[in-house]
């Protein structure tokens, strides 16, 4: 996966993910960190704005680990193994208690 590198102004601007059929689908940064060296995001299908709604609880959510850097754009994984969520979450802190984990 690839995404455009976010400059100032930006940070409403979509991850485009794509599904095991091809289709794609919006998503947006809630949160990073930095952990062991790796960068890590927390990715919702809706803006940080709809954070104080109260549809937050049916809000999907994805980590997803930085691997690389192809010209102006990242290159992202969506974090899968169990372990691994386990120690992002707790990094993540209190906003990963709003979301289904997917």
Known sequence: MKQN?????????PIML???NGCEEAFFVLEEAE???RKYLLAGNRPASDLE???VKDMEVVILR???EEDSD?????VEEEEELQIISKYMG?????????
């Open 35 to 37: 952990i062991a060296g």
């Open 18 to 20: 794509t599904d095991e």
């Open 5 to 13: 590198k976010k400059g100032r102004g930006q940070e409403e601007m």
């Open 53 to 55: 709604k109260e549809e």
């Open 94 to 102: 209190e906003i990963m208690e709003d979301f289904l984990i997917e």
């Open 74 to 78: 990242y290159i992202y994984e969506v």
């Open 66 to 68: 930085v691997v690389g």
